[in-house]
Structures are given as C-alpha cells and as structure tokens.
C-alpha cells in the first residue's frame, strides 16, 4: 500500500485535526478458513421462545411514583386488596407517590417447564420517576395465547445508562430471576417429519454448504438449502418416535467453514471499529478537513500495490494517524460506501 499525505497550513500553526476520540481496531487474521458447528451458526425455527407480557403494581417507592392524578397504579392496588384480602380502599386515599403502575415483561424459553426462573422487565405505565428499589407485587404473565406462563415478583433494581451522570434513573428496571414458571410450554419433537434450520446470518453459500455437509454426513437430498437463511432437513425415520433430540444433536455437532457476508461495524459512541472477514477496498483519495477556512485539508491517497490490495484497517490507520475524530471517520467510510470504494455493508451501531 502507498500512503501519501499532504498537508499544509496557511497563516496558523494549530494542527488540522485534534484527537478528541478514542479509536478501537484489533486486526485478527488467519491462514486458514475457520471451522464452525452448525448448531452455532443456525437455530431451529420450529423451536422458539416466546413473549410473556403482564401489568403489576410496585410498591415501596420514596416518593418517586405515580403523581397522585394518575389513579390506575392505586386504583389496581384497591382492587387487589379486595380481591386478596376483602379490603376495601377508596383509591382517592392513596395519595402518597409510592406506588407505580407497570407492564412486566419476559422471555419464556423452549422447553421452560413449570418451577423454572426467569428474568423480567419493568417498565413504567405512569409519570413515576424511579423505579429502583422498589418492590413489584405478585404480577401474571400471558403469551400470546391469552394463557398465563407465569408469575412475576420482588425487588426492582435500575442500572444507571452507560456515560450517564447525576440526574434521576430511568423509570424502568429489572428483577433477575423474578419470573416463575407455572405453566409448561408444549412443543413435541415427537411427529415432526421435517424441521428447518435458520441461520442466524443468512448467507446463500453457507445456507448451501450447511445442505451439502448434510446430505454427505447422512444421505443425498435429505437436506434442501431454501433460501439465504433456512435449510429445511428431512428427519429420518430412525429418528422418529421420540429420537428426534438425538438427531437435532448429530445436526448440531456437524462442522462447516461459514461463507460471511463482509461487513463494516462502527459504535460511534466508543469509537469501536469491527471489520468483517472478506472487507475489500478500491483505490480512493479522501479531502480531509475542519471547515475552516485558513488551513489546507489534509489529502491522504490510498492505492493498492500488493495483490491482496489495502485493507480497509490500513484506511483507518492512516486516517488515525492524523487524528481524525469519530464522527469524520464515520462519514468517510459512508463516502467510500456510496462512491463504491468500499465493499461491505456498513452499519452504523
């Protein structure tokens, strides 16, 4: 590669670009392709988890709930108490802010059965400030399905935002293993003839090599690449009558070399650069410069010169190297997407 810089300065000695950012760039390569398990890089997609959505009332609150015009969190907890207990309470009496209407929710793995213990999520209904500490009362948890997987309750604790300083928490929380299981999800492995395998990148080759290892491990047109992102996989009839789980095992243990779609991934916030396996560059020059007007951008022309050509690392090495900041080295590589000199996907985090 042949970097070329060119810099000058018109009446000013301060430097063109100020490092104000921190850029994170770990190359690793390797000499040879990288075996990977199919049960890694693919799910079934006839076994999923499912959503559980449910209201509750949190209670022990500083001061920092509901307003006392908001009545659902206190109207909630009237009706609770006179369910539960056969106390009546005019809602109107509640007016201390430490009570908190809320949407619960968590994610019901496959397979949960009932005793098992789930994470859940609290999010504020109302106007309350805070959550933290707080303590959520019995909540019921329902799939889609209209029926109640399980139940929610106990102590709520708020993580500050990353960077966040001063200033009040988020009205939302959680409760690590909050969640209990009363019901279990029903999906049999037991009439399936066929089952499908979802890539969890979809990728036209890999979905093409996951068929042909399959079809060499077992037999020829037992496995059908579909599109980018599913192979459906005909079961055997060995494997039927409640053997299917050994059969998911043996798919899953199977070994291939993933073809990967070349991408480009860029965390503004920490300046965090990961660059994809197969990331090729065209020859380019970038203009770099402040907007002002008494200095000179600096040039720098990137020109492959090797038959591997310039690495897209080399790129923000280069622009590294004379301290350009994150923001301007996001919108380079935008520019070099839509001039068509950098081949990947960039994604912007």
């Known amino acids: 590669m042949v970097i070329r810089k060119k810099m000058r300065y018109l009446g000013s000695t301060r430097s063109v670009f100020r490092i104000s950012s921190l850029f994170f760039l770990i190359l690793v390569t390797s000499a040879v392709a990288v075996e990977v398990q199919v049960g890694d890089v693919t799910r079934i997609q006839e076994i999923n988890s499912n959503q559980l959505l449910g209201m509750g009332i949190v209670v022990g609150l500083p001061g ?3 307003s006392t015009r908001l009545v659902l969190g206190r109207q909630a907890l009237s009706n609770m108490l006179s369910r539960m207990e056969g106390v009546r309470l005019d809602p109107d009496q509640l007016q201390a802010r430490n009570i908190a209407a ?5 994610d019901l793995p496959p397979f949960a059965k009932t005793g098992d213990r789930l994470d859940v999520f609290v999010s504020s209904m109302g106007d309350a400030k805070d959550l933290n500490n707080g303590t959520l009362l019995f909540a019921r948890l329902q799939a889609g399905d209209g029926k109640v997987y399980a139940t929610a309750q106990g102590r709520i604790v708020v993580t500050r935002p990353k960077g966040a300083r001063g200033g009040t928490l988020p009205p939302n929380g959680k409760i690590s293993s909050g969640g209990l299981v009363v019901r279990d999800l029903e999906i049999s492995l037991d009439d399936m003839d066929s089952i499908n395998l979802r890539l969890n990148h979809p990728n036209y080759s890999t979905s093409s090599l996951i068929a042909k290892k399959i079809n060499e491990t077992f037999w020829n ?10 192979v459906k996989v005909e079961v055997p009839e060995a494997y039927h009558g409640g053997k299917l789980v050994n059969f998911i095992a043996a798919l899953s243990e199977l070994k291939i070399e993933p073809n990967t779609q070349a991408t480009v991934v860029v965390d503004p916030k920490t300046g965090a650069v990961v660059i994809g396996e197969g990331v090729q560059i065209s020859p380019f020059a970038v203009s770099l410069g402040n907007g002002q007007g008494d200095e000179i951008p600096t040039t720098i022309n990137i020109t492959p010169v090797s038959s591997a050509g310039t690495t897209l690392g080399d790129v923000i090495s280069a622009l590294k190297s004379v301290g350009t900041k994150t ?3 996001i919108e380079v590589l935008k520019l070099m997407e839509k001039a068509g000199a950098l081949h990947a996907t960039l994604i912007i985090m």
């Not at 809320?102 to 968590?106: D, F, K, L, R, S």
């Open 327 to 329: 923001e301007d080295l």
């Open 221 to 230: 047109g037992i496995a059908e690449p579909m599109d980018s992102g599913t």
């Open 102 to 106: 809320v949407i619960v929710t968590a």
């Open 64 to 66: 920092s709930g509901d």
